[in-house]
């Protein structure tokens, strides 16, 4: 559901698209797979629930499929998104395989590491997953500084970051978008989270009160998560419900990003930031934190602002800064999506995957 499965699902399809036989593993059918590729197939982890069991053992259930699938497709790898326990899992397939069997290519997406991976209680299989992989990859230079100190990984890792269509992009700009939910000229603010306590969400409310005190502001909220009812139940308390829009999960991003003013993103840490490069790509420039990958994918003062970790006011300045000089608020809007294009396009980023794969199982 996550970043990671985003990423994970969009390359899959990619790699079909190009010629790739893929089949994707997961415990769920992820929600952007679409499955109009004969070369493109979904297998879902099936955990068995036995009473003996308090705890289904789900990694075990997935090492087998793992199993199942890379020997009746004959794979030639398992590219494995998140380290636990989705790389462990790998490592202990590829093993009950044996010779001649499949490699194991592991990408880290950012909890894995600077909130799983270093807790002690997943540390060692963490790290393990890590050092056993064939490659690892990470979607920024941050992830990968991060795994190199919290975890005191010391094998090589290549960055490799998340990328775009653009063509997905480019077809949103001629529809409505997230305007459908806005009122006349009103502002129109974003966020798009798993409402998860890393990303903040409380901030996203005061930032979007400080800016509705200057101008007739409306904040959208898209997601779904953990922390969803604390905020509508603040926004009922404060009476706010009309102004914060709850539109849910939705696979179509695009739809509710095309033709927002801003996008906020004040995460207490994020690897890369996927929802704000998608949010980039639709021209809408982006008001965050300076944490983690997010420098690496926002260039602040030229595709939005990055600002200190709870720094709401600072946030909200910036934020009216854009709002209050439209000419300037378009240049920043035509900047980031131009960078989003440049820098995160699809084809040029999935290549490096593809070398990777090459360098990895050459015979493939
Ligand atoms: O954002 C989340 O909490 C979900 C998480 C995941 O693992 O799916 O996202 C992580 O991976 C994304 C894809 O690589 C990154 O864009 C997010 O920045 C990263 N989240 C965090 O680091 C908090």
């Not at 793992?66 to 020997?71: D, G, N, P, R, Y």
């Not at 270093?118 to 941050?142: F, K, M």
């Not at 502002?187 to 996203?204: C, E, T």
Request: charged share 25%.
């Amino acid at each position: 559901m996550g970043g990671s499965g985003v990423v994970a699902t969009e390359l899959a399809m990619v790699l079909a698209a190009a010629g790739d036989e893929v089949h994707v593993i997961s415990y769920a059918m992820p929600p952007r797979l679409e499955l109009v590729d004969p070369r493109l197939s979904f297998h879902e982890v099936v955990v068995p629930h036995y009473p003996l069991f308090e705890y289904p053992p789900y990694s075990l259930a997935l090492a087998t499929k793992m199993v199942e699938v890379a020997t009746y497709q004959k794979l030639d790898l398992l590219h494995v998104h998140y380290a636990v326990p989705n790389a462990v899992s790998a490592i202990l397939a590829r093993d009950i395989v044996g010779d001649g069997g499949f490699k194991v290519v592991t990408t880290l997406h950012g909890t894995d590491i600077t909130l799983v991976g270093n807790d002690p209680n997943y540390l060692a299989t963490t790290r393990y997953g890590i050092e056993q992989s064939d490659a690892v990859t990470t979607v920024s230079q941050s992830l990968r500084r991060d795994t190199v100190e919290k975890l005191g990984v010391t094998r090589p890792i290549t960055v490799i970051p998340n990328f775009i269509d653009p063509k997905r992009y480019e077809a949103a700009r001629q529809r409505p978008g997230a305007r459908r939910w806005a009122q006349g000229d009103e502002v129109l603010l974003v966020h798009v989270s798993n409402y998860r306590p890393v990303k903040r969400v409380g901030d996203v409310v005061r930032i979007f009160e400080r800016v509705a005190r200057k101008m007739d502001t409306r904040l959208l909220l898209v997601g779904d998560g953990p922390e969803r009812a604390h905020i509508e139940q603040y926004c009922r308390e404060q009476g706010s419900c009309d102004r914060i829009l709850f539109a849910g999960s939705t696979t179509s991003i695009e739809e509710v990003l095309v033709g927002a003013d801003l996008f906020l993103l004040p995460s207490e840490t994020e690897s890369f930031g996927l929802a704000a490069l998608e949010a980039m790509s639709c021209q809408v420039p982006v008001i965050a934190t300076a944490v983690g990958g997010l420098p690496e994918v926002v260039e602040d003062g030229v595709t939005g602002f990055l600002r200190s970790v709870g720094d709401v006011d600072a946030m909200a300045e910036a934020a009216l800064s854009l709002l209050e000089n439209r000419d300037r608020w378009r240049q920043f809007g035509e900047a980031a999506r131009r960078h989003a294009l440049e820098r995160f396009s699809e084809v040029a980023v999935v290549e490096r995957y593809r070398e990777l794969y090459r360098r990895v199982a050459p015979s493939a």
